[in-house]
């Protein structure tokens, strides 16, 4: 059974950093493209950020560019994303989605993925 679980989120500061974390079980985590995805308070869930199978190509929102920075330890199957800087416009639930392979052009497609995470909120206090 494929298990993906976000945590790291919570209330945060403008200008403050977070650190989410994605861990996952049931799935051959280095063959998947990661991803981040947030949904805000009634917008519709928007890319993040991925990074691919071996590091190697990393994609970020231009919202989030020179902010987040996103990584991956595929010995512990766990995804990370850094954030800095923070800003209300944050404020969002956060997902982990695993697409299998490489995602190519598709990576900010969120149809694209296989598996999802629930979500943790990241809250940013202005």
């Known amino acids: 059974q494929v298990q993906v679980v976000e945590s790291g989120g919570g209330l945060v500061q403008t200008g403050g950093s977070l650190r989410l974390s994605c861990t996952t079980s049931?799935?051959?985590?280095?063959?998947?493209?990661m991803g981040w995805f947030r949904r805000g308070p009634g917008t519709e869930r928007e890319f993040v950020s991925s990074?691919?199978?071996?590091?190697?190509?990393?994609n970020y929102a231009d919202s989030v560019k020179g902010r987040f920075t996103i990584s991956r330890d595929n010995a512990k199957k766990t995804l990370y994303l850094q954030m800095n800087s923070h800003t209300p416009d944050d404020t969002a639930v956060y997902y982990c989605?695993?697409?299998?392979?490489?995602?190519?052009?598709?990576?900010?497609?969120?149809?694209?993925?296989?598996?999802w995470g629930r979500g943790t909120q990241v809250t940013v206090s202005s």
């Open positions: 049931g799935l051959t985590f280095n063959g998947y493209t």
């Open positions: 989605a695993a697409h299998w392979g490489p995602a190519g052009g598709t990576f900010s497609y969120a149809s694209t993925y296989n598996y």
């Open positions: 990074i691919s199978r071996r590091s190697d190509i990393t």
